[in-house]
């Protein structure tokens, strides 16, 4: 196994720049997740790892080495991609065992390496079978099997699961992760799907436009995001956002909104554009009418009658475990998750109570980054 250390890496595609200085230490044995929008640069970014697309400028280190200029063959790495790109004519072992033939690998030590990997992977009873008889899920573990029985240093994963329906996702999910903690070896995923990499990663890479935004365990992004594109991109629902201004009053006061009102007995709040107040536990010095973006996730909030904020509804999706309620609160539209059934109806008022102690504060300009509260 081996780490990977990426620094101050750029890649243009003729004038147009797509990776602009990006540097990401990856320990040996770490599962880290590349996550982004489409066009972020991740791919590009693993692709550039793998020695399929050119380095622009700085260095690839894979082990200590310096890759920029090493054939992808030589690496010593393997890649999964989202197609299986199986040999239709060729069986489960056929698939798994080719690179290591090509190689010129004696017969018995292919066959050995890929009843290992069969395996690991749940692989062995379809050995025998070609891959229009296997399932969806079977496939994409093939194609795992093929990068398994090279034992590479690194593995590279390129949204494996896209082509999955929702359950065999999850499944995938799972055994990945297995797969990992089994083999101990470094592994590089590249996904869209924040969720994949909030539940496989020991560490996320959050990208936009080719930069990274943040580096963190999954639970450190959740809690405490850099910035407002973080804050947005990770979580499912996504956060809400009200646009405003903080304000620090020793005394709290109250706001009305609409048919109700909320007190606030603190020594800091938030005013939205349409004036109404909403929680702080606490404000940065000197920001008393600092123009800011008040975040909160939607499982922070709560239904009281007697603090809440009157909030119309409009939507109802109730899952079973949870309820998901969107409403209209500060003149927008805003998501709650709540564990209790809630059986209110759209056009109703539910009164929404944020919770000040996990608000969020980001600068209204600056890249939106996130501001210290003081508690």
Same mark, same amino acid.
């Given at each position: ?141 093939? *194609? ?5 029985? $090279? !034992?590479?240093? /690194?593995?590279?994963?390129? +949204? =494996? #699961?896209?082509?999955? @329906? ?34 496989? *990663? ?5 990208? $936009? !436009?080719?930069? /990274?935004?943040?580096?963190? +365990? =999954? #639970?450190?992004?959740? @809690? ?34 609409? *048919? ?116």
């Amino acid at each position: 196994m081996a780490s990977v250390t990426i620094h101050d890496l750029r890649k243009s595609y003729g004038a147009t720049p797509v990776i602009h200085g990006v540097s990401i230490d990856i320990r040996d044995g770490e599962f880290v997740t590349l996550v982004g929008p489409s066009g972020c640069g991740k791919s590009t970014l693993l692709r550039i790892i793998a020695g399929l697309e050119d380095v622009g400028g700085g260095e690839v280190r894979i082990g200590g080495r310096v890759v920029n200029d090493v054939a992808p063959k030589d690496r010593d790495i393997a890649m999964v991609f989202q197609s299986y790109a199986l040999y239709p004519h060729m069986t489960v072992a056929g698939n798994m065992g080719f690179a290591l033939t090509l190689k010129g690998t004696p017969k018995r030590a292919v066959t050995e390496r890929v009843a290992r990997a069969a395996e690991v992977l749940g692989l062995t009873p379809v050995l025998d079978r070609l891959p229009r008889h296997l399932s969806g899920g079977q496939r994409q573990r093939v *194609a795992m099997g093929r990068a398994i029985v $090279r !034992d590479p240093q /690194v593995f590279l994963f390129d +949204e =494996p #699961l896209s082509n999955l @329906d929702a359950k065999l996702r999850v499944q995938m999910r799972t055994e990945i992760k297995e797969l990992h903690q089994r083999l101990k070896s470094t592994m590089i995923y590249v996904t869209h799907d924040q969720i994949e990499a909030m539940t496989m *990663a020991d560490r996320i890479v959050v990208m $936009r !436009d080719g930069i /990274v935004e943040q580096v963190g +365990e =999954p #639970l450190e992004l959740y @809690d405490r995001p850099a910035n407002r594109f973080v804050a947005g991109f990770i979580g499912s629902p996504a956060m809400n956002f009200f646009e405003g201004r903080i304000a620090v009053n020793g005394e709290g006061h109250t706001a009305v909104n609409g *048919a109700g009102h909320m007190a606030v007995n603190g020594a800091a709040s938030f005013v939205t554009k349409d004036g109404t107040v909403l929680p702080l536990a606490g404000a940065p010095p000197d920001s008393d009418g600092r123009a800011a973006v008040y975040g909160l996730r939607p499982e922070h909030l709560s239904i009281d009658p007697e603090r809440g904020i009157p909030a119309q509804v409009a939507v109802v999706e109730p899952t079973g475990s949870e309820t998901m309620v969107v409403a209209r609160l500060a003149g927008q539209e805003v998501v709650g998750v709540f564990r209790d059934r809630v059986t209110v109806r759209p056009g109703e008022t539910l009164p929404l109570r944020p919770d000040p102690s996990a608000a969020h504060l980001f600068d209204a300009e600056g890249g939106g980054r996130r501001l210290t509260i003081l508690s």
